[in-house]
């Protein structure tokens, strides 16, 4: 297969309706790859040696050594643990984004949720666990979805734009936990939150397999769940086709009867449920504390997962676990290879570069197409002309 045929088929591949979304995102990952791998040989150290050592650090591949009572399972459970909240915090940007809104307070309406969560029922060690779990996850779904409507009514009533009101509401909401926590829920040996009961938590720890303790996350079925029911929801509802119309043209929506103030709302509480989640998950599984005045990393992340997964709640799936490797593994890659384990999210950084260029790439596509379908069409016109003169010549004589 020649250059020009290879480019061609790349092109074809990534301006294709059916298989784009795989191809950019793979693409993105590949160019992510390449750059990371440039930036590591230029601090001197082995790229291949990182990338081994950010899938040890989850559990994918086995680590040289281990500690008493850990092993690659337990590695493996822990990255399950992370990746629950990071899946639904990017959902609930999706929805957002599906709607034409640009929810950057997730980080925000994470923490409202898991604080509320975690002082109504994670103090109470009276509650047994049948009813303090889903009693989490409620207590998630309603504040999550409260927090995320308010900014969707900010935006349909007094046409806030929601980039502004969220990142206001992220401090208000960082500021007022972090002064309950410091003067009413603080743990005076660590500066955090206290913990909350064993029973409220969404992780189950010390969990006994195979002589290895593991962490059971419950979170992560239910972002699997969420991410097939939201899948489901902008394919087969009404509601998702009215959310998506919105999000394309406000004003066809609205001419064709869809009513473009309730749908925002809407859209923003939907994803303001899905951060709640995220939120529970978060404080009330894979932490099960809260630093006061810090607003989670994920919430911003989640972003990425979103934009390398196309918008698409299944893609966000794989983009999850993608984005997780290099924050999961960061720690152990950093001590296996002596770099800072900030580097990981340089390289989610410079994929997130990449993921928001999708659209950037399926131009350059269709530049190429069309160069080659001009290139064709001129070269039939040519054959066409000499075709026509030879037959004009052999008429004169």
């Known amino acids: 297969?020649?250059?020009?045929?290879?480019?061609?088929?790349?092109?074809?591949?990534?301006?294709?309706?059916?298989?784009?979304?795989?191809?950019?995102?793979?693409?993105?990952?590949?160019?992510?790859?390449?750059?990371?791998?440039?930036?590591?040989?230029?601090?001197?150290?082995?790229?291949?040696?990182?990338?081994?050592?950010?899938?040890?650090?989850?559990?994918?591949?086995?680590?040289?050594?281990?500690?008493?009572?850990?092993?690659?399972?337990?590695?493996?459970?822990?990255?399950?643990?992370?990746?629950?909240?990071?899946?639904?915090?990017?959902?609930?940007?999706?929805?957002?984004?599906?709607?034409?809104?640009?929810?950057?307070?997730?980080?925000?309406?994470?923490?409202?949720?898991?604080?509320?969560?975690?002082?109504?029922?994670?103090?109470?060690?009276?509650?047994?666990?049948?009813?303090?779990?889903?009693?989490?996850?409620?207590?998630?779904?309603?504040?999550?979805?409260?927090?995320?409507?308010?900014?969707?009514?900010?935006?349909?009533?007094?046409?806030?734009?929601?980039?502004?009101?969220?990142?206001?509401?992220?401090?208000?909401?960082?500021?007022?936990?972090?002064?309950?926590?410091?003067?009413?829920?603080?743990?005076?040996?660590?500066?955090?939150?206290?913990?909350?009961a064993p029973a409220a938590r969404l992780t189950l720890t010390n969990i006994q397999i195979g002589g290895v303790n593991c962490k059971i996350p419950f979170g992560i079925l239910i972002a699997i769940i969420m991410a097939i029911v939201v899948q489901f929801i902008f394919d087969r509802t009404a509601f998702g086709f009215e959310l998506k119309a919105v999000g394309q043209n406000k004003n066809c929506a609205k001419y064709i009867g869809v009513s473009v103030g309730k749908s925002l709302v809407a859209s923003m509480a939907f994803s303001g449920i899905l951060a709640g989640l995220a939120g529970v998950t978060y404080y009330l599984g894979y932490t099960n504390t809260i630093i006061p005045k810090t607003l989670v990393g994920m919430g911003y992340d989640s972003i990425a997962v979103a934009l390398l997964g196309n918008s698409s709640p299944v893609g966000s799936i794989f983009a999850a676990i993608v984005v997780t490797v290099f924050q999961q593994g960061a720690n152990y890659m950093s001590s296996a290879v002596g770099v800072a384990k900030e580097i990981a999210s340089l390289i989610t950084g410079i994929l997130l570069l990449y993921a928001s260029c999708g659209g950037y790439m399926k131009g350059l596509a269709r530049g190429v197409i069309q160069k080659d379908l001009d290139r064709e069409a001129e070269a039939k016109r040519a054959a066409s002309h000499k075709e026509d003169a030879g037959q004009g010549k052999e008429g004169e004589r």
Not at 28 to 53: D, H
Not at 159 to 183: D, K, Q
Request: proline residues 3%.
């Open 1 to 196: 297969m020649n250059t020009k045929k290879k480019g061609r088929w790349l092109a074809n591949l990534l301006n294709s309706e059916k298989y784009s979304s795989f191809t950019v995102s793979v693409l993105a990952i590949i160019l992510t790859l390449i750059t990371a791998s440039v930036l590591l040989l230029l601090m001197g150290k082995n790229p291949l040696v990182a990338f081994r050592s950010f899938l040890q650090g989850c559990g994918f591949l086995p680590k040289a050594n281990y500690g008493g009572g850990s092993g690659m399972l337990s590695d493996l459970t822990d990255f399950l643990n992370y990746l629950a909240p990071m899946l639904l915090a990017a959902l609930a940007f999706i929805v957002g984004f599906k709607a034409g809104l640009f929810n950057i307070g997730i980080a925000g309406q994470m923490l409202l949720s898991g604080f509320v969560a975690t002082i109504v029922i994670g103090y109470n060690k009276n509650l047994p666990a049948g009813v303090a779990k889903p009693l989490v996850l409620i207590i998630g779904i309603v504040v999550g979805g409260l927090a995320g409507a308010l900014i969707g009514f900010l935006k349909y009533k007094f046409n806030i734009h929601e980039v502004v009101s969220t990142i206001m509401v992220n401090y208000i909401i960082s500021y007022l936990t972090g002064f309950f926590i410091n003067n009413k829920f603080v743990d005076m040996l660590t500066r955090t939150s206290r913990v909350c």
